[in-house]
Structure formats: structure tokens, C-alpha cells
Nanobody, 115 residues
Framework: QVQLVESGGGLVQAGGSLRLSCAAS????????MGWYRQAPGKQREWVAT???????NYADSVKGRFTMSRDNAKNTVYLQMNSLKPEDTAVYYC?????????WGQGTQVTVSS
């Protein structure tokens, strides 16, 4: 089993920054990728970023150049540094871990960006 706990969300003005954390426990292996997703009110959950083995990252076009994902394997924690935040970044942010065919989700953390 896998447990994921996100933290670091909050209210910030446009142009500001936040750093999200996701602490993982259970059957966590550094070779498996972890990701961040978000869901805005009335919209479907969308992929934001992924970090794979070796620290290789990929980002959605909407956040590329503004968000940075990193991973501390010793702590089983991933981070999402979000800079130059925009009101359209407002959403509940979830981290996710794929183990074999099972995808695990955290409970999410709310990010609200005011204009």
C-alpha cells in the first residue's frame, strides 16, 4: 500500500510563489515516477508534472518555465515549486504514484491565486 500526503497549499497573490510537498510512505520505489495533478472547480483533473528515474521531469505547457518538480528519494518526498502564479493556477493539487497498474492519490491541497 501507498500513502501520499500533500501540504503547502494556500492563498497567494498573482505573481507569487508556493512550494507544495508530497510525503509518500509504503511501497515507494525511486524507480517509479511520481506526478502532480490539479483540478479546478468544474473542470477535469489535469496533469501538471512528472518526475522519473534520474530526476527527469516533464511539465504541462501551461506551467512550463514557472513550475519546478523535484524529488528527495531519501525522504520519499516530492516537491512542486510554483513561481509566477496566475489566477488560472487555482485548483486542488494532488500528487500521484503509479505502482504496477495501481495509481495512488493523496487527499490534495488547495492553491488559490488571487488577481
Amino acid at each position: 500500500q501507498v500513502q501520499l500526503v500533500e501540504s503547502g497549499g494556500g492563498l497567494v497573490q498573482a505573481g507569487g510563489s508556493l512550494r507544495l510537498s508530497c510525503a509518500a510512505s509504503g511501497s515507494i520505489f525511486s524507480i517509479n515516477p511520481m506526478g502532480w495533478y490539479r483540478q479546478a472547480p468544474g473542470k477535469q483533473r489535469e496533469w501538471v508534472a512528472t518526475i522519473a528515474i534520474g530526476g527527469i521531469t516533464n511539465y504541462a505547457d501551461s506551467v512550463k518555465g514557472r513550475f519546478t518538480m523535484s524529488r528527495d528519494n531519501a525522504k520519499n518526498t516530492v516537491y512542486l515549486q510554483m513561481n509566477s502564479l496566475k489566477p488560472e493556477d487555482t485548483a486542488v493539487y494532488y500528487c500521484s504514484y503509479l505502482l504496477n497498474t495501481q495509481r495512488y492519490w493523496g487527499q490534495g491541497t488547495q492553491v488559490t491565486v488571487s488577481s
